[in-house]
């Protein structure tokens, strides 16, 4: 869904200015893309990302291990709670929409043990949304 979309969001002649920014993110940034079903991950014309379709936990781990900058998890819920579960995850940064829906899928349905947090950052977004940046504690 991802691949279908960002690699030519920025070139849309009604691409928003986020949709112009992000897209060129996208197509700068290393992306890997984890699945059991796909037999390659084609990404326009940045050619592909690496496909992981084994034990995600595992290859995380080896990537944490390398040098390089901050990695970004987009899309899966499954995946995060995997990470989460597995202690991998560093940071949270989650978005808060101004929306009731009065029922949804919990965020994190699998935790057996409270996972504590610190607050790093606050930020309002001119829509409503606040997004909240947190890192984990210990």
């Given amino acids: 869904m991802m691949a279908a979309y960002w690699p ?3 070139e849309d002649p009604d691409a928003t200015p986020h949709d112009i920014e992000h897209g ?3 197509e700068r940034a290393t992306k890997l893309v984890f699945s059991s079903t796909l037999r ?3 990404w326009g014309a940045s050619g592909s990302a690496t496909l992981v379709s084994g034990d995600a936990a595992a290859a995380l781990r080896q990537l ?3 040098p390089g900058g901050d990695m970004v998890l987009l899309g899966s819920a499954s995946l995060v709670r995997s990470l ?3 202690g991998l995850v560093d940071e949270y940064r989650v978005n808060v929409n101004p929306v ?3 029922g949804g899928m919990s965020l994190f349905p699998e935790m057996t043990e409270p996972c504590r947090l610190k607050l790093e950052g606050v930020q309002r977004f001119a829509s409503g949304v606040v997004g909240l940046h947190y890192t984990a504690v210990g």
Avoid: C, S, V
Wanted: aromatic residues 6%; neutral net charge.
């Fill in 8 to 10: 030519t969001a920025a």
């Fill in 64 to 66: 944490k291990q390398q």
């Fill in 40 to 42: 390659e991950a084609p």
């Fill in 84 to 86: 989460i579960r597995d």
């Fill in 24 to 26: 060129q993110w996208t």
């Fill in 100 to 102: 009731m829906l009065g």
